[in-house]
Nanobody, 120 residues
Framework: QVQPVESGGGLVQPGGSLRLSCAAS????????VAWFRQAPGEEREFVAA????????YYANSVKGRFTISRDNAKNTVYLQMNSLKPEDTAVYYC?????????????WGRGTQVTVSS
């Protein structure tokens, strides 16, 4: 099993930037798809971005496309989420999750989350 561990959350003003990190514990992310989800208070959890480790393919929610960038570092076994032009509506707990890169695989491995607050 792989255990994602998030870090990098904090308080930032609108228009600012923040980079979140998701490190793999237990094993590498090789053979997995890794994704970022977020959940605001009283809201449903929503998909933000994902990367398929082997292929390097990336996917983004329309709400963050052009502002957020997901990337992977093979040497550090870490996935990053670079967030630019942050808006108050980006405020949420951000979770990193992983799943096997197979058909019908579900996101079974989750980090504890890191708080991102965008406020003036």
């Amino acid at each position: 099993q792989v255990q994602p561990v998030e870090s990098g959350g904090g308080l930032v003003q609108p228009g600012g930037s923040l980079r979140l990190s998701c490190a793999a514990s237990g094993r590498t992310f090789s053979g997995y798809a890794v994704a970022w989800f977020r959940q605001a208070p009283g809201e449903e959890r929503e998909f933000v971005a994902a990367v398929r480790w082997s292929a390097g393919s990336t996917y983004y929610a329309n709400s963050v496309k052009g502002r957020f960038t997901i990337s992977r570092d093979n040497a550090k076994n870490t996935v990053y989420l670079q967030m630019n032009s942050l808006k108050p509506e980006d405020t949420a707990v951000y979770y990193c999750a992983a799943r096997f890169d197979y058909t019908m695989s579900t996101y079974d491995y989750w980090g504890r989350g890191t708080q991102v607050t965008v406020s003036s």
